[in-house]
């Protein structure tokens, strides 16, 4: 159930803007086509709304490889946006940290894996249960 959260403040207090290509890579047949830049982008800026209230925590685990959160991924977290059904949430419960699926059922709350070799979790009155932040954006790493 329990992941380690390695907490990892985003940094927003400097730009680094890469060029931007306007053709796809191909993932199929290669394509010789003349590659143009369409401009630059700043990742800070795409994968950053709200700096002051986001952070990073890399992933320990396999509960939601089905959600293509895998072993050794880049969390991007935001503490400001409102937990919703279906929203992937990091959780403090019981004392350990976890990265799951937010599902709202009339029983109460419950935390979803993304395989099926884990079980969902129940939120009871008595769990010890705190929302931490909404998943934004998932760094693969190869």
């Not at 630059?40 to 890399?58: H, V």
């Not at 059904?85 to 699926?101: L, M, S």
């Not at 931490?132 to 790493?141: D, E, L, M, N, Y």
Request: glycine share 8%.
């Amino acid at each position: 159930m329990s992941m380690v959260l390695e907490i990892l403040h985003a940094e927003d207090n400097f730009h680094l803007e890469l060029p931007v290509y306007t053709n796809g890579i191909s993932c199929g047949m290669p394509n010789p086509q003349y590659e143009s830049i369409a401009g630059k982008m700043d990742m800070n800026k795409k994968l950053i709304q709200n700096p002051l209230t986001t952070f990073y925590a890399r992933v320990s685990g396999q509960s939601m490889i089905d959600d293509g959160i895998d072993d050794g991924d880049l969390l991007v977290i935001d503490r400001s946006l409102e937990p919703e059904d279906g929203k992937i949430a990091v959780c403090f419960i019981d004392g350990e940290f976890t990265c799951k699926r937010i599902k709202l059922k009339r029983d109460g709350i419950w935390l979803m894996p993304a395989n099926v070799d884990y079980r969902p979790i129940h939120i009871s009155e008595e769990s010890n249960f705190q929302i931490w932040g909404i998943v934004t954006h998932v760094i693969k790493s190869f």
